[in-house]
């Protein structure tokens, strides 16, 4: 058991620009989650996979964000046309099925110049 | 809509004392599970607990315990014995069983807990 990995550590990009980033979860947990966190708040639910099925959304998550996660393996996270705003730490989470503990990777911070 | 409450932005204390961070939760279901999760310097979220709203059992682990009062809607966790090493952000979060958010959690702001040696 490896925990959950989180790539790249570190993204800074400027405006307008796309990012992607890649989950790689703890390998027999069937959910996959996204998560979003800044300075001084509490981590943002995203969107979740049951394997490689996307079950749920949160309103959070704009029309410039979109995630897969096509083998029901790792996920991307890719945010088009980059804001200020998108600044944060985005998270990524696995478990082994609803419900059940969470567990999380170290993050992708997100600097937009 | 549900909500976690962790009023205490930041508490300090002196090594060896106990404290408790305090954490209130709003929500319509009657089935529901209630978390906390550190995180230290290094950032990672480390799960610490998970509790279901069938069971209002307290929980005690080592130095940590926890008081899950469904009449107020509290799960409040308490460190005895503090320690330097249990300085971090505390987060406590909810997840709802049949509620619209799914299996998201939501989680309350944090409380940075800082121990003084």
């Known amino acids: 058991d490896t925990g959950v990995s989180q790539n790249p550590r570190h993204k800074i990009t400027k405006r307008g620009q796309n990012v992607t980033f890649r989950c790689d979860p703890i390998s027999e947990h069937n959910r996959l989650y996204w998560y979003r966190q800044t300075l001084g708040q509490g981590p943002e639910f995203l969107t979740y996979?049951?394997?490689?099925?996307?079950?749920?959304k949160s309103r959070l998550l704009s029309d410039r964000f979109s995630a897969e996660r096509p083998k029901g393996s790792f996920s991307t996270l890719e945010i088009q046309r980059t804001e200020q705003g998108d600044s944060a730490m985005y998270l990524c989470?696995?478990?082994?099925?609803?419900?059940?503990?969470?567990?999380f990777g170290d993050g992708t911070r997100l600097s937009i110049l | 809509a549900q909500k976690v409450t962790q009023a205490q932005t930041e508490i300090s204390v002196v090594e060896k004392e106990d404290v408790t961070l305090d954490c209130v939760y709003e929500t319509r279901d009657t089935t529901y599970y209630l978390f906390w999760y550190k995180q230290p310097p290094s950032g990672e979220l480390v799960f610490l607990i998970r509790r279901n709203s069938f069971d209002e059992q307290n929980e005690i682990s080592g130095r940590y315990s926890w008081n899950f009062q469904k009449s107020t809607s509290s799960f409040n966790f308490t460190i005895t014995a503090s320690q330097v090493v249990d300085s971090a952000v505390y987060f406590c979060?909810?997840?709802?069983?049949?509620?619209?958010?799914?299996?998201?959690?939501?989680f309350g702001k944090g409380t940075h807990l800082i121990i003084q040696p």
């Open positions: 979060a909810l997840s709802e069983a049949q509620g619209g958010g799914a299996d998201g959690l939501t």
């Open positions: 989470a696995s478990s082994l099925q609803g419900r059940q503990p969470q567990h």
């Open positions: 996979f049951q394997n490689e099925a996307q079950l749920e």
